[in-house]
């Protein structure tokens, strides 16, 4: 009946997740409110893991993309399921560490890390520096020299694949900020590079092509262009790259029309690329890492709002604006992402006209959802907007200085706060009046 399965209609007719009433939660913590359903999370966690050791061995390690949903408690979870963690700043590897996270299992992605942010991560001996380009191959080595230590790197490749649709070519991505290509023997020169410096060992290779992907035939091809890429390096450097990393990506239902492969299905199709190819070309089996985002979390999470103004254009649109908008969720603004979204105090009401849901931001392209099917929408009902575990909270703002709503955590009828409510100090906690003013 849901997008997703971590919902579910109550006795009492209402929407429930992880057990819990959500008119019950709104009541407990007011609107708007990100509630994430602790049990799904993990199940996502543990398909990924369990995929790669059945089809792979168990010789690889599985990445939570932190940036989808990057807090402590999360960090926790990943932890405690046997995840890697993947950042991309220096403050999500902070989260990592005020989390405890351990430091061996952490990869550091991004195409313009900053000097302090490559010392926090050498300090803390982070397992991966995904490194991006030449500049920073050689703050790497400059920093790693200073410090004594040799730093285990591997490099951002852009494989030549554009997979951001439905439809995926296999040119243009050369024109992407991130990483280095292929096709002009960029990537190459970079390997070539690195083995020439003292300080950095390299290990790796990595590729992310693409996000909200539904195919696995991108995956399969990406894994065959590094396969060989890696064949070479190791034919003309001599150099055994041992680790492969393909990144995240995979699709994930937002509404009703979208049809995500089974997790489990990416690892086990491109373990079997994996594995002949390497035969073919006789190389050494390399240990894969896979880093999911938005796949372990999305589908766990919703959003609920109140229903404040319905305002009824006459043969033009019909407006319902909630206490919320893109400042707790852009991505419809950004991307124009396609959002499903139900009553929570009666979810099971027919559907019966079209409506636009508006956030309270002072933009007229604050929505959350364009004509979307609904009930005759009242004011006081309880809005739940659907799959919004990832790139959410994450992306959030204080745009017209709107406090960030709460994070619950819910699991077996329980509900804890993992994100406080942001209140109006929090807003104003960074601004001065200089003296002089
Ligand atoms: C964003 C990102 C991911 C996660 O992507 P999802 O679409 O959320 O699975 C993984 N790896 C890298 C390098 C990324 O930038």
New binding site residues.
Partial sequence: MFVSEALKVNNRNHLEIGGCDCVDLVEQYGTPLYVMDEGLIRKNCRTYKNAMDKYYSGNGLVLF?S??FCTMAMCKIAEQEGLGL?V?SGGELYTALKAGFPMDKVYF?GNNKMIEELELAIDHNIRRI?VDNKEELHHINKIASEKGKIVNISF?IKPGIDAHTHDFVQTGQIDSKFGVALENGEAFDIYETASKLSNVKVVGV?C?I???IFDLAPFELAAKVMISFIAEVKEKLGIEIEELNL????GIKYIPEHDPIEYDHYIESVSKVVKGLCEDKRIKLPFIVM?????IVASAGITLYKIGAVKDIKDVRKYVSVDGGMCDNPRYALYQSPYDAVLANRPDAIKSEKVTIAGKCCESGDLLAKDLLMPEIKVGDVLAVLATG??NYSMSSNYNRIPRPPVVLVKDSKSRVIVKREDFDDIVRNDIIPEDL
Avoid: I, N, T
Avoid at 247 to 250: I, L, P, S
Avoid at 291 to 295: A, D, I, L, V
């Fill in positions: 993309a940036k989808a993947d991309v992605h995904v951002r990595h992310h693409g996000s909200q990144g995240g990506g995979f880093e999911p985002g938005r796949s990832a790139y």
